[in-house]
């Protein structure tokens, strides 16, 4: 069993919809969780950061964990075709500086 | 914008050729960090440096060395390519002392060797 779990979809949403992207995990360890977004033929860039459990917002975006469950959310909300791209969820142990990564989760918002 | 720059950008190249990745920041990060990407899995840790003269091996077991003489140089070298070495690879800096640690990512290089 992998330790970060992430649906690669595609997810094809039409503009405005509010998007739900989620990823769970196996390691009770993690303490630390990032969303990346990566478009076509770039790297990826940090959009999240939070610390254990509860909610933060920025924007459009909202991260959510819940580490009673082991698993962690990214909406997005009036969801716009510059949107597009793949969302990597990734997390860390305390004390270490090394993330690991989910496979992504392809989405398009379509006009 | 991260401050991270690699070339080149595309390759392709034969089985055998040495090829070496490079990697550079301006950001005086003390971390560096290699990764290789295929569609649709995850990122996979090849090489991490925490500072000069500092290198160790990642996750994923590869062919590949790095060398960290320079702060702001990471490069990625392959003695003998192979066509099981076609990925993307991706180079990150990241710097400790903040409430978060962020990882910046540059392009990233598509390598294809045939």
């Known amino acids: 069993q992998k330790e970060v779990e992430q649906d690669p979809g595609p997810l094809s949403v039409p503009e405005g919809a509010i998007v739900s992207l989620n990823c769970t995990y196996s390691?009770?360890?993690?303490?630390?969780f990032m969303w990346y977004r990566q478009y076509s033929r770039k790297g990826p860039e940090l959009l999240m950061y939070?610390?254990?459990?509860g909610n933060k917002e920025d924007g459009r975006f909202t991260a959510q964990v819940d580490k009673s469950s082991k698993y962690i959310s990214l909406f997005i909300r009036d969801s716009q075709p510059s949107d597009s791209a793949t969302y990597l969820c990734?997390?860390?142990?305390?004390?270490?500086?090394?993330?690991?990564f989910g496979r992504g989760t392809s989405l398009i918002v379509h006009p | 914008e991260a401050d991270i720059y690699q070339t080149p950008r595309y390759l392709v190249i034969g089985t055998g050729k040495k090829i070496t990745l490079e990697c550079s920041q301006t950001?005086?990060?003390?971390?560096m960090y290699w990764y290789q990407q295929d569609p649709g899995m995850e990122l996979h840790l090849i090489h991490y440096?925490?500072?000069?003269?500092?290198?160790e091996k990642g996750d994923l077991s590869s062919e590949s060395t790095v060398s960290r003489i320079r702060t702001e140089h990471f490069p990625l070298t392959l003695e003998s390519a192979r066509p099981s070495h076609t990925s993307q690879y991706l180079c990150?800096?990241?710097?400790?002392?903040?409430?978060?640690?962020?990882?910046?990512f540059g392009p990233g290089t598509r390598l294809l060797v045939l």
């Open positions: 390691n009770s360890a993690f303490q630390y």
């Open positions: 939070t610390y254990s459990s």
């Open positions: 990150a800096s990241s710097e400790y002392g903040l409430d978060q640690e962020t990882q910046y």
């Open positions: 950001m005086g990060h003390d971390k």
């Open positions: 990734a997390m860390k142990k305390g004390g270490s500086y090394i993330p690991t």
């Open positions: 440096s925490y500072g000069v003269n500092s290198t």
